[in-house]
């Protein structure tokens, strides 16, 4: 870019130096630490959201796609862009997929451990109002621990703090004979590991999302919806609202991310109230059985 | 602290600036233009009048002919409003460059932006680059193949996201140089080994994503951000944005600045629409030296700077090159 010594005068004249203690800046090329995350929960009160699954399910494709997908429209579902703290944090994830990397088929480099932050979006809902959002990119390690037994506080210490818990199922796996089970029932061990009291806020909200839904095929849909229901009674044992969600973030047949738009639009939604949940009739017939007898 | 009313001129390098400059600056000394006049310049003026002259010769001001030592602080009077102060940071674009790329406030620019009460923001439309993903490549390549027989030796036209060829025009090229992005097979601080798609069982070395890589419209968030964040306790800033070159989309058949933004940078549209308590955002398309340079000099040469610059609003109106600056300073 230097191309003759005039350039490299003023390049010199502007060089930055040693980077001074007030030459702080609003936003980061990096995901934002925990401490940066904090201090934007602490005033404007963010959402944060985790995507659990293991290494390779899709957890940073789907957000770097969102990213493609908010460059490319300026909207996902009814939530407009409004801004980001982590813009070239973002770029940096969804760079591979891009003609310019010089790749012939896309990838997402795998995300180290060292590298687990949270990117920012701040996003104007159909309201009005704006909703930022901390989205955690980590590594899948820590999940694969999970299954293997360790706490989820373990693995985070900010997990009380999380307001969207949304468990992938890998839908390549769930189409591949022999994987379709393992995926599963590593799937159900995630869902398990935020049953214990504490780990998900009263307010907090689950989902499940299906990633990687252009694998499957007519037969695989057929069964998938038993597989679906059976895990949402798991979820919905946390969050009894708790929808699912079916995503394509990058597909096969080079069409636009699919099944994004809901899945920001429950990003923005309000948190649950924290009023206990609404029982459903029946239980509520039991209770009342019950006191009829005593 | 003047008690001029003060916006800050900027943009990153190769996004028109000086070419602006260069265009206010012949209006400002032309007789016939009562619009805008000159009260005083604080800073290089003999490098105001060569980027005039080269703007009145209708020539192309090269990257190494812009002066990035000095900023520049110019006081012009605008016909039926008053006075005010043009504070340009440097004409390069590097403070800004590098208040993206290499992390930095550079004392310049902080300095420009304590005083500004409005900025004016400069994106080329020459200069874009713009996101492309491989899969929509793959997917048109595809689609070409199966649609154009083998024996026809035309090349199907790749199309962007938003419909347009991709690489038949200006606007689109910064982003698409095959040679930035070579696959390298040796091991290099600067790549990143990544397992190669089409075949599950190799891995790939491919150079790492540097900042300067990232899409126009990342930087602009970016940038945005940090320098409303910097005018925080003078919400809402008025932005204006100008997209420079305005000739070339105009040849591509835009004829709303507004429209060229919703479809070329949703995301900075959209940021700058949604944001009403932070920002109040007017966009202008302007053409400094009226057309395309060197193919139109010739039409464009016997006219003078006044006659032959234009500028857009929003919705496509035409207004006076200087109206960015007035609607900046006073709405």
């Known amino acids: 870019m230097v191309g003759d010594d005039s350039d490299a005068q003023a390049q010199e004249d502007l060089s930055p130096g040693e980077p001074e203690e007030e030459d702080q800046l609003f936003t980061s090329e990096a995901a934002l630490s925990t401490d940066e995350a904090r201090s934007i929960t602490s005033r404007r009160g963010a959402t944060v959201v985790l995507l659990l699954g293991e290494v390779g399910t899709g957890k940073t494709t789907l957000l770097a796609e969102s990213w493609e997908l908010l460059l490319n429209r300026g909207v996902i579902g009814r939530c407009r862009f409004a801004g980001s703290r982590t813009a070239l944090a973002f770029e940096e994830r969804a760079y591979y997929s891009r003609i310019e990397s010089g790749l012939r088929a896309p990838v997402t480099p795998r995300t180290q451990e060292q590298d687990d932050g949270f990117l920012h979006l701040r996003m104007r809902r159909p309201a009005g109002d704006r909703k930022e959002l901390l989205l955690a990119d980590v590594t899948g390690e820590h999940f694969e621990r999970v299954r293997e037994g360790a706490q989820l506080r373990q693995e985070f210490d900010w997990i009380d703090r999380v307001d969207r818990f949304l468990v992938v199922l890998d839908g390549q796996c769930v189409a591949t004979p022999g994987e379709r089970e393992v995926a599963i029932t590593r799937t159900r061990r995630l869902l398990y590991a935020l049953q214990p009291s504490g780990v998900v806020a009263s307010s907090a909200r689950v989902a499940l999302g299906l990633v990687k839904s252009d694998a499957l095929s007519d037969e695989d849909w057929t069964d998938y919806g038993d597989v679906e229901d059976n895990l949402l009674r798991d979820v919905r044992s946390v969050d009894p609202e708790a929808p699912a969600f079916r995503t394509a973030a990058r597909p096969q047949d080079s069409g636009p991310p699919r099944g994004l738009d809901d899945v920001f639009e429950w990003l923005c939604e309000d948190d649950r109230s924290s009023k206990p949940p609404q029982l459903q009739g029946d239980v509520l017939l039991q209770r009342a059985i019950g006191r009829f007898h005593q | ?331």
């Open chain 2, 1 to 331: 602290v003047s008690s001029l009313r003060t916006l800050a001129l900027l943009g990153l390098p190769k996004t028109g600036k000086s070419t602006y400059l260069g265009a206010l600056w012949q209006l400002v000394q032309d007789t016939n233009e009562p619009g805008v006049v000159e009260r005083d310049v604080t800073g290089d003026r003999s490098h105001l009048q060569f980027l005039g002259e080269k703007v009145a010769l209708c020539e192309e001001i090269g990257r190494t002919e812009v002066e990035s030592t000095e900023g520049m602080l110019l006081t012009l009077g605008f016909d039926e409003f008053g006075d005010a102060e043009i504070s340009i940071p440097d004409i390069s674009g590097e403070t800004l460059r590098v208040l993206v790329e290499t992390r930095h406030w550079h004392p310049r620019i902080e300095s420009v932006l304590t005083e500004a009460e409005s900025l004016v923001i400069f994106i080329s439309a020459d200069q874009l680059r713009v996101p492309f993903s491989i899969s929509m490549a793959n997917g048109v390549l595809e689609e070409a193949r199966r649609t154009v027989p083998a024996s026809n030796g035309d090349t199907p036209g790749v199309r962007s996201p938003s419909g347009d060829p991709v690489g038949t025009s200006s606007e689109e090229s910064a982003g698409t140089d095959p040679d930035e992005a070579t696959v390298l097979p040796e091991e290099d601080d600067d790549t990143i080994e990544v397992q190669d798609p089409t075949n599950l069982t190799a891995r790939l070395k491919i150079p790492k994503f540097k900042v300067e890589k990232a899409s126009t419209a990342a930087k602009y968030v970016d940038a945005l951000e940090n320098l409303l964040a910097s005018r925080r306790a003078h919400w809402p800033v008025r932005v204006a944005i100008v997209v420079s070159a305005w000739d070339t989309p105009e040849r591509s058949g835009f004829r709303k600045p507004g429209e060229w933004l919703r479809k070329r940078l949703p995301s900075v549209l959209s940021m700058s629409t949604v944001n009403g308590d932070m920002m109040e955002t007017r966009v202008f398309g302007v053409s400094a030296q009226g057309g395309p340079l060197p193919e139109k000099k010739a039409d464009l040469l016997p006219l003078s700077v006044r006659e032959r610059a234009f500028a857009r609003d929003g919705d496509g109106n035409g207004v006076p090159i200087f109206e960015p600056l007035r609607w900046a300073l006073w709405g």
